[in-house]
T-cell receptor, first 109, second 114 residues
Framework: SQQGEEDPQALSIQEGENATMNCSYK?????LQWYRQNSGRGLVHLIL???NEREKHSGRLRVTLDTSKKSSSLLITASRAADTASYFC?????????WGAGTKLIIKP | EAGVAQSPRYKIIEKRQSVAFWCNPI?????LYWYQQILGQGPKLLIQ????????DSQLPKDRFSAERLKGVDSTLKIQPAKLEDSAVYLC????????????FGPGTRLTVT
């Protein structure tokens, strides 16, 4: 069953611009995680935000969580070519991760 | 530290044949997961182990898929017999404990069933 839904499905921006991806989910959660997947490094954990947190930062990444709207956003600032990848949100609602279909991000030089 | 190891990386088989995948998690990680990822989709959990016990296998097609984690370390996932719709990447992941914290993924096995 799919819990998270990322939006947009695909995003293409110029290098240096910011990229924003959104995730919506259906049930209450313990935490929400963002992962990145590319052909070179596989699936890699980026950031985890707990249900009682509203915002979290990690380097060029900023994640927000709005539990009232059951949504989260991932902002990547000052994008680089290496950020080209698919980004997935995964929600933990019963100590099991449920994944969305991902946003495919392309950074143009 | 060494990451999650998987083998083989690629496998091509004909339908109705059998195939097995192997995973070695990060040392000390009690929880091991097998996911199926079909092209263009997110990973789907097939089975979750805590040490050598099964925590969740509700989405494992048990008529054809089986998995074991002997001694609470390495794990194998088997498909017998394979169907065309089993073509996917099979990902193994591990985490320190059950609780859906950060998961560490292996490179995956890309299975093509012809």
């Amino acid at each position: 069953s799919q819990q998270g839904e990322e939006d947009p499905q695909a995003l293409s921006i110029q290098e240096g611009e910011n990229a924003t991806m959104n995730c919506s989910y259906k049930t209450s959660i313990n935490n929400l995680q963002w992962y990145r997947q590319n052909s070179g490094r596989g699936l890699v954990h980026l950031i985890l935000i707990r249900s009682n947190e509203r915002e979290k930062h990690s380097g060029r990444l900023r994640v927000t969580l709005d539990t009232s709207k059951k949504s989260s956003s991932l902002l990547i600032t000052a994008s680089r070519a290496a950020d080209t990848a698919s980004y997935f949100c995964a929600t933990d609602s019963n100590y099991q991760l449920i994944w969305g279909a991902g946003t495919k991000l392309i950074i143009k030089p | 530290e060494a990451g999650v190891a998987q083998s083989p990386r690629y496998k091509i088989i004909e339908k109705r044949q059998s195939v097995a995948f192997w995973c070695n998690p990060i040392s000390g990680h009690a929880t091991l997961y097998w996911y199926q990822q079909i092209l263009g989709q997110g990973p789907k959990l097939l089975i979750q182990f805590q040490n050598n016990g099964v925590v969740d296998d509700s989405q494992l097609p048990k008529d054809r898929f089986s998995a074991e984690r002997l001694k609470g370390v390495d794990s194998t996932l088997k498909i017998q017999p394979a169907k065309l719709e089993d073509s996917a990447v099979y990902l193994c992941a591990s985490s320190l404990a059950t609780g859906a914290g950060e998961q560490y993924f292996g490179p995956g096995t890309r299975l093509t069933v012809t």
